[in-house]
Antibody
Framework: QLQLQESGPGLVKPSETLSLTCTVS??????????WVWVRQPPGKGLEWIGS???????YHNPSLRSRLSLSIDTSKNHFSLRLSSVTVADTAVYFC??????????WGQGTLVTVSS | DIQITQSPSTLSASVGDRVIITCRAS??????LAWFQQKPGKAPKLLIQ???SLESGVPSRFSGSGSGTEFTLTINSLQPDDFATYYC????????FGGGTKVEIK
């Protein structure tokens, strides 16, 4: 069964860069031809799509985050990554990674809480 | 940007009730709409895609309908496991979620 697992620091200082990695198990990122996505959820609030990345390097970013966002994929390690620069307290959230299946997000990681605080 | 308005934000119901949640899109999204269920501390779970297509393993008491700008999620005979928060999501242009509906015990 496909599994996704987020990893990265749980605490980031304001103005610094948030970096997360999602490791995919039981499927190959390079051969599956899917997009892989990031979604976040501030505490007690709703869901926000951050961006999507394909094994061929194509990316799509939420326009509201585009200027601060970098997405990448490493097929040799079967993982994909997120970097969000110049973070503020508003970027505090649970960050999920997921697979974009034939229609929408059909497999999700468990999520990881990232707190922006000095 | 396509905006999604979901209502109600909270819904109190009893086991056995029929529950209806509505989403409205700011422009036509054809049937590019999905429904997710989320329980506290867990990732969302995909229930329905393409407005009305039930995911494998999802109980048949869940159903979705609509097209264009108006969509509904119906839960027939609410079960204890169904108390959760539900989100709709459009995927016509990028991805946008509704604000969520928390289904709580009456």
């Amino acid at each position: 069964q496909l599994q996704l697992q987020e990893s990265g620091p749980g605490l980031v200082k304001p103005s610094e860069t948030l970096s997360l990695t999602c490791t995919v198990s039981n499927d190959s990122i390079s051969t599956s031809h899917y997009f892989w996505v990031w979604v976040r959820q501030p505490p007690g609030k709703g869901l926000e799509w951050i961006g999507s990345v394909h094994s061929n390097g194509n990316t799509y970013h939420n326009p509201s985050l585009r200027s601060r966002l970098s997405l990448s994929i490493d097929t040799s390690k079967n993982h994909f990554s997120l970097r969000l620069s110049s973070v503020t307290v508003a970027d505090t959230a649970v960050y999920f990674c997921a697979r974009l299946g034939s229609q929408t997000f059909d497999h999700w990681g468990q999520g990881t809480l990232v707190t922006v605080s000095s | 940007d396509i905006q999604i308005t979901q209502s109600p934000s909270t819904l109190s119901a009893s086991v056995g009730d029929r529950v209806i949640i509505t989403c409205r899109a700011s422009q036509s999204i054809s049937n590019w709409l999905a429904w997710f269920q989320q329980k506290p501390g867990k990732a969302p779970k995909l229930l329905i895609q393409r407005a009305s297509s039930l995911e494998s393993g999802v109980p048949s008491r869940f159903s979705g309908s609509g097209s264009g700008t108006e969509f509904t999620l119906t839960i027939n005979s609410l079960q204890p496991d169904d108390f959760a928060t539900y989100y709709c999501q459009q995927y016509n242009t990028y991805f946008t979620f509704g604000g969520g509906t928390k289904v709580e015990i009456k």
